[in-house]
């Protein structure tokens, strides 16, 4: 466990935060986040934290960061753990929150054999498969597949899925689902709960959270956040996360992806930042 007291943490003093789901969100679904950056840079200009919150792994998130030059911290894994750097060095500092990839792995195995149907695993597809469902090649396969402490897997038949859910708590799991994928992680962990894990080690639990995302596995993070935006896609807003726009709770970006993202940030930050 990393002694927060002894060290002089990134973003430790900010007053408002900006935690943001990383795929269909900040990005598109062909990973451009390009109309996003000038609000990014931005954000760095006035100092105020841009928080990758995402089920994608620490090794995705990092080559990201340094693409653009995020120092802040990072929630991978759907709030398996949050990772960030020192202020005065490069190294990097791990808050764990879930349970490791071995022991989902075979809690996903005892899923599939209590349901009677076989839930397969992103790490056990062919290269060919992983680029069809999610356009990745090359390098990029092999950091998603750097999986520490969450096993995605190809979302089930809708008639099977709640028997799945409730199956996964038998076994001290959770499960949410994704656009693309599903995400299998240990009991309780989740991205508002990471939020709000990553808010305590900082010291700062009096930070406004702006948080932004597009599909049911970020609606945790939403729900925590105090200022909360459902980024649509090209189709409209996720379904899952439609009753809370309904009920006044959640904000709609006003375009979808990385352009809607942009548009929602900038008009918040000009309001409170």
């Not at 992680?185 to 995302?213: M, P, Q």
Request: hydrophobic share 40%; charged share 25%; glycine share 6%.
């Amino acid at each position: 466990m990393v002694d927060a007291e002894k060290m002089n943490l990134i973003s430790n003093k900010s007053t408002l935060w900006i935690v943001t789901d990383i795929d269909g969100t900040l990005m598109d679904h062909n990973y451009d986040l390009t109309p996003a950056l000038p609000v990014i840079k931005c954000l760095q200009d006035l100092s105020i934290p841009l928080i990758p919150c995402t089920s994608k792994t620490a090794s995705e998130v990092r080559a990201i960061r340094k693409e653009i030059c995020l120092k802040d911290p990072f929630i991978v894994e759907n709030g398996g753990a949050i990772y960030g750097n020192y202020s005065s060095s490069l190294d990097e500092w791990e808050l764990v929150l879930g349970r490791s990839y071995k022991y989902l792995r075979s809690k996903l195995d005892l899923i599939s054999k209590e349901v009677g149907y076989v839930l397969r695993p992103l790490n056990d597809l062919s290269v060919k498969e992983i680029n069809q469902l999610t356009g990745l090649k090359g390098r990029s396969i092999d950091l998603a597949l750097d999986r520490q402490w969450s096993v995605p897997f190809l979302n089930p038949p809708d008639e099977v899925y709640q028997l799945i859910l409730e199956t996964a708590k038998k076994f001290d799991s959770t499960i949410f689902k994704g656009n693309r994928m599903s995400h299998l992680l240990g009991k309780g962990s989740h991205k508002g709960k990471a939020v709000i894990e990553l808010k305590k080690f900082l010291n700062n639990r009096a930070a406004k959270v702006i948080a932004l995302g597009d599909s049911q596995n970020d609606l945790p993070l939403l729900e925590v956040a105090d200022i909360a935006v459902v980024v649509p896609g090209k189709d409209g807003p996720n379904v899952a996360l439609k009753p809370g726009l309904d009920k006044g709770e959640f904000l709609l970006a006003p375009a979808p992806h990385s352009e809607g993202w942009a548009l929602a940030v900038k008009a918040l930050i000009d309001k409170y930042g």
